[in-house]
C-alpha cells in the first residue's frame, strides 16, 4: 500500500463534502430550495461515485487521500478499496432512484414553509455523506464519528410524520443506536490505549492476540451489531422501518444497516487479519442463522406488508453474517473462503436494491388503497401492474432465485459452506430461501387475486414512480448477471494471499 | 496504586453502571442518562489513556484530549436529539414511555 496520498484522492473528499455541502445550503435556502439542491447533487454524487470506482479498478490499488497533508497515525485518512468502491456506487444509484420516487411525495412547497419536505431532503443527502463517509473512512475514531452522523440523519426519518407510533419508534432506534456506537467507542479507546494508533492500516500491523485486542473487538462487534440490527438486537427494527414513510423506509432498510455491517467487514478483515477468531465466527454465523429463521418466520405472521417487508429485512442481515464462518482467513487461504466473501458483500448490494425496491412498491400500493393489509390487497396487480411486477423481482432477490444478485450471493454463500465442510449453513441458507418464498408468494397471490368488488384507488399513481420503482427491482435482478466466482474488484486491497486463492 | 489506575478503575465502574441502567430501566429518560453516564466512563477513559501515554517518556498524549472533545461534543448531540423526541412523544401522548399499545 503506497504512503502517500494517490492521484484521485481528491474524490473522496469530494464525495463526502459535496453532500454535506447540500445539507449546508438547504438549511439556509429553506424548504423551497431543498428539493432542487438534492436533485442537482444527486447527477454529481452518482458522477463521483462512478468516477471513483473508475479509478480503483484502473489503478488496481488502493486510493487514498490524507486531510491537511498529515499522515496517519497523526493524520485522518480516507481510503478506497475494491469494497468500498462498490458500496459507494450502490449507495449512489439507490439515493438518485429514491430522490426521483420521492419528489411526488416531498413536493417543494409553493407559498409557505412546510416542514416534512425540508427535514426529508436534508436527511437523504446527510444520510449520503455519512454513508460515504462510512464507506471511505481509514480511521476508527472517524468512523464513529460518521457512524453517528448516520444515526442522527437516519432516525429523524423515522418519524417524519410526527405521529406517536413513528416517534416511540425512532425513540426506541436512537437508543439501540446510542447503545451500539458507545460500545463501539469505548472498544476504539481501547485499541487506542493497546496500540497508540486507530489508523486502520496501522493498527493492522500492530495488532495480536491478546486480551485487549480482544476485548475491543468484542465490544465493537457488539455494538455495531446492534446497530445493524442482527438478531436478538432487531427489536428496534420492524416498528421503525415499516412507520417511516416509504421512500424513507428504502433508505433505512436497503443502506443505512449496510453501514454498521460494512464497519463489523472492515474490523474482522482489515483490522484484525492475524487475529485468530474462528470460535467467535461461528457466534456470529449462528447469530445470523437464528436472524434468518425468526425474522423470515415472523414475516411470515405479518398482517401488514410493510411489517413483512421489515422482519424480512431482519432475515435478510441474517445472510450477511454467514460470511464471517465462511470467509475463510488469510492464513488459511481456501479457494472458495473468497467466495463466501463476495457472496456476502453481494447479498448487502442485492439486498439494498431489491428491498428498497419493495419497500416504495408497498408504498405505492399502500398510497393507492390508502392501507397496506395483506389481506385487502385482491386486484391491486390488475390496478398497478408495474408496481407488483417490481416487488415480484425484488422477492426474487430474497428467495434467491435466479436470475437475481441475491441467487449469486447465496449460490456462492452456499458454495463456500460445501467447500468449507460446514454444512449447516447451506441448510440455513435453503431454509431461508423457502422461507422468503413463503412470504413473497403470500403476498404476490393476494395482490394477483381477483377481487370481487371493483377496486376502487384513493389517487393514482404516476406511471414514472412506478417505473423508478422496477428500475430498482431491475438493478436488483441485473446483478443476477455478474459472474459465479469471486469478484476482481471486491478483490483490489485486499491482503494478497486472499487473492492467489483464487486462482 | 497509581493515579491511571485509580481514575480506570472509576471509568470501568461508571460504564458498568451505565450499561446496568440503559438495558434495566424501561423508562427512556432514565436511558439516557445511563448512556450519559457510560459517555462519562469511556471520556474518562481517554484521559487515562492520554496519561499512559505521557508515562512512555513525554508529557500527555495529545490524541485522546482532541478525540474526547469531539465525543463530548457527538455525545450532547445524541442527548439533544433524544431527549427532544422524548419532549415530542411526551406532548403526543401525554406520557413518556415506550410501551405505547398497552
Redesign the interface.
Known amino acids: 500500500m503506497p504512503n502517500s496520498a494517490t492521484a484521485g484522492g481528491f474524490l473522496l473528499v469530494l464525495a463526502i463534502v459535496l453532500p454535506v455541502v447540500g445539507v449546508l445550503f438547504s438549511v439556509v435556502l429553506g424548504g423551497r430550495h431543498a428539493e432542487r439542491i438534492a436533485l442537482i447533487l444527486m447527477p454529481a454524487g452518482l458522477a463521483v461515485a462512478v468516477a471513483i470506482a473508475v479509478g480503483v479498478w484502473r489503478a488496481h490499488n488502493v486510493l487514498q487521500y490524507f486531510v491537511g497533508g498529515w499522515d496517519p497515525p497523526l493524520g485522518v485518512a480516507f481510503r478506497a478499496d475494491g469494497l468500498s468502491a462498490a458500496m459507494i456506487v450502490t449507495a449512489a444509484l439507490l439515493i438518485c432512484g429514491i430522490g426521483l420516487f420521492a419528489r411526488a411525495q416531498f413536493p417543494s412547497p409553493k407559498q409557505a414553509e412546510t416542514r416534512a419536505p425540508l427535514a426529508f431532503w436534508t436527511l437523504l443527502l446527510a444520510v449520503w455523506g455519512a454513508l460515504n463517509a462510512v464507506f471511505l473512512g481509514g480511521d476508527l475514531f472517524n468512523l464513529y464519528v460518521a457512524l453517528e452522523l448516520l444515526t442522527f440523519a437516519a432516525v429523524p426519518l423515522v418519524c417524519l410524520d410526527g405521529r406517536a407510533e413513528t416517534l416511540a419508534a425512532a425513540l426506541r432506534y436512537l437508543l439501540f443506536a446510542l447503545f451500539g456506537s458507545i460500545l463501539y467507542l469505548l472498544g476504539a479507546v481501547l485499541l487506542y490505549g493497546a496500540y497508540g494508533t486507530l489508523d486502520i492500516v496501522l493498527l493492522s500491523g500492530r495488532i495480536h492476540a491478546e486480551p485487549a485486542a480482544w476485548t475491543a473487538i468484542s465490544l465493537m462487534t457488539a455494538g455495531l451489531l446492534a446497530k445493524a440490527a442482527l438478531y436478538p438486537l432487531h427489536l428496534w427494527l420492524p416498528p421503525a422501518h415499516a412507520g417511516a414513510p416509504a421512500p424513507a423506509s428504502a433508505i433505512l432498510s436497503g443502506l443505512v444497516v449496510k453501514a454498521p455491517f460494512f464497519l463489523v467487514v472492515r474490523l474482522w478483515f482489515d483490522v484484525m487479519p492475524r487475529v485468530p477468531v474462528h470460535a467467535a465466527a461461528q457466534v456470529l454465523g449462528a447469530l445470523g442463522a437464528a436472524a434468518i429463521i425468526f425474522g423470515s418466520v415472523l414475516a411470515l405472521r405479518q398482517g401488514r406488508l410493510k411489517l413483512l417487508i421489515a422482519y424480512s429485512t431482519v432475515a435478510q442481515i441474517g445472510y450477511l453474517f454467514l460470511m464471517f464462518p465462511l470467509a475463510g482467513r488469510p492464513e488459511t487461504g481456501h479457494p472458495w473462503s473468497t467466495a463466501a466473501w463476495t457472496g456476502g458483500v453481494l447479498q448487502a448490494i442485492s439486498h439494498a436494491f431489491a428491498k428498497a425496491a419493495m419497500f416504495m412498491a408497498a408504498g405505492l400500493i399502500a398510497e393507492a388503497l390508502g392501507h397496506d393489509r395483506i389481506a385487502g390487497l385482491a386486484g391491486i396487480g390488475r390496478a398497478l401492474p408495474i408496481t407488483v411486477f417490481a416487488f415480484g423481482l425484488g422477492g426474487l432477490s430474497l428467495m434467491g432465485l435466479p436470475p437475481s444478485g441475491g441467487f449469486v450471493a447465496k449460490a456462492m454463500l452456499l458454495t463456500a459452506a460445501v467447500a468449507e465442510n460446514q454444512w449447516w449453513w447451506a441448510l440455513v441458507v435453503l431454509a431461508g430461501g423457502l422461507l422468503a418464498g413463503g412470504y413473497v408468494f403470500l403476498v404476490l397471490a393476494r395482490a394477483l387475486a381477483d377481487s370481487n368488488e371493483p377496486l376502487t384507488l384513493l389517487k393514482t399513481i404516476s406511471p414514472g414512480r412506478q417505473t423508478v420503482v422496477l428500475a430498482l427491482a431491475l438493478c436488483a435482478v441485473l446483478l443476477g448477471f455478474v459472474p459465479l466466482r469471486p469478484s476482481e474488484l471486491l478483490q483490489i486491497g485486499r491482503p494478497d494471499i486472499a487473492v492467489v486463492g483464487l486462482r | 496504586m497509581s493515579a491511571a489506575t485509580l481514575y480506570g478503575l472509576c471509568s470501568a465502574v461508571l ?1 458498568g453502571l451505565g450499561l446496568f441502567g ?1 438495558i434495566v430501566h424501561p423508562q ?1 429518560l432514565r ?2 442518562l445511563a ?1 450519559n453516564l ?2 462519562g ?2 471520556f474518562l ?2 484521559g ?2 492520554a496519561r ?2 505521557a508515562a512512555a517518556g513525554f508529557g500527555g498524549d495529545p ?2 484530549q482532541a ?1 474526547v472533545i ?2 463530548i461534543v ?2 450532547f ?2 442527548t439533544a ?2 431527549v427532544a ?2 419532549l ?2 411526551f406532548q ?2 401525554e406520557q413518556a414511555t ?1 410501551r ?1 399499545d398497552e
Open positions: 460504564v440503559l427512556p436511558k439516557i448512556f457510560i459517555g466512563g469511556v477513559l481517554f487515562v489513556v499512559r501515554g490524541v485522546p478525540l469531539t465525543g457527538v455525545a448531540s445524541a436529539l433524544a423526541l422524548l415530542r412523544l403526543e401522548t415506550l405505547l
